[in-house]
């Protein structure tokens, strides 16, 4: 079946822009979760949803940062007014349910870049 | 929020154990602790994870002291191929809720 997919792999924005970044998680899958890896820095847990709901979005770096689930499927990661920060690469994942993180499965990322 | 701490990097001669160091002194009573590793340009990978018991998978074993604070990651026979970013991570559950709060990792050179 097919893995964890995400859109764009690739995104060059100007500073300033809002981008989209989708997520298609496996089927079947009721936890989702996005994780930011800034260049040469470690991994950031950003937001997690169960179903369509994200109980904790403390995670987001800033306000300009959104992001929703619809149908308990696709997510998107919204940043708004992009700065050059946000450049990083954004990965998704998806497991069985939110209290199995250890099975999440991840997709190829979404490598950022804003000039 | 729990925090951890991981020294930056460590060499590992091959066939020897490797023993990766994370400090979580603010750990709380039900807060996890997860192993997770990033071999170069690849996804990240789930090693082990524990409460407050030592584990043991087959790939590694996770030695967790009595008061909690702190934790050993262990390979017990490192190959060149384990050469990875190793990320200890601490599950904080709030409310039903969970946050991962991840640690700057260690980048673990396996010499041959």
């Known amino acids: 079946g097919a893995g964890v997919s995400q859109s764009p792999s690739n995104k060059v924005t100007e500073k300033g822009k809002d981008v989209e970044l989708r997520c298609d998680p496996i089927?079947?899958?009721?936890?989702l979760y996005w994780y930011r890896q800034s260049l040469g820095q470690g991994l950031e847990f950003l937001i997690y949803f169960q179903g369509n709901s994200a109980p904790d979005k403390s995670g987001l770096p800033s306000d300009r940062f959104s992001a929703e689930r619809t149908g308990g499927s696709v997510s998107t990661l919204t940043i708004q007014r992009t700065q050059q920060e946000d450049s990083a690469v954004y990965l998704c994942?998806?497991?069985?349910?939110?209290?199995?993180?250890?099975?999440?499965?991840f997709g190829p990322g979404t490598r950022l870049l804003v000039l | 929020d729990a925090k951890t701490t991981q020294p930056p990097s460590m060499d590992c001669a091959e066939g020897r154990a490797a023993n990766l160091p994370c400090n979580h002194s603010?750990?709380?009573?039900?807060?996890?602790v997860y192993w997770y590793r990033q071999i170069h340009s690849q996804g990240p990978q789930y090693i082990i994870h524990?409460?407050?018991n030592n584990e043991t998978n087959e790939m590694a074993s996770l030695i967790i002291t009595e008061d909690r604070k702190s934790s050993t990651l262990i390979l017990p026979h490192a190959t060149l191929r384990d050469t990875a970013v190793y990320y200890c991570i601490v599950r904080v559950t709030t409310s039903g809720t969970y946050k991962y709060i991840f640690g700057t990792g260690t980048r673990l050179k396996v010499l041959a």
């Open positions: 524990g409460l407050k």
């Open positions: 603010t750990i709380s009573g039900n807060e996890y």
């Open positions: 994942a998806s497991s069985l349910d939110s209290g199995r993180w250890e099975t999440q499965y």
């Open positions: 089927s079947g899958h009721t936890a």
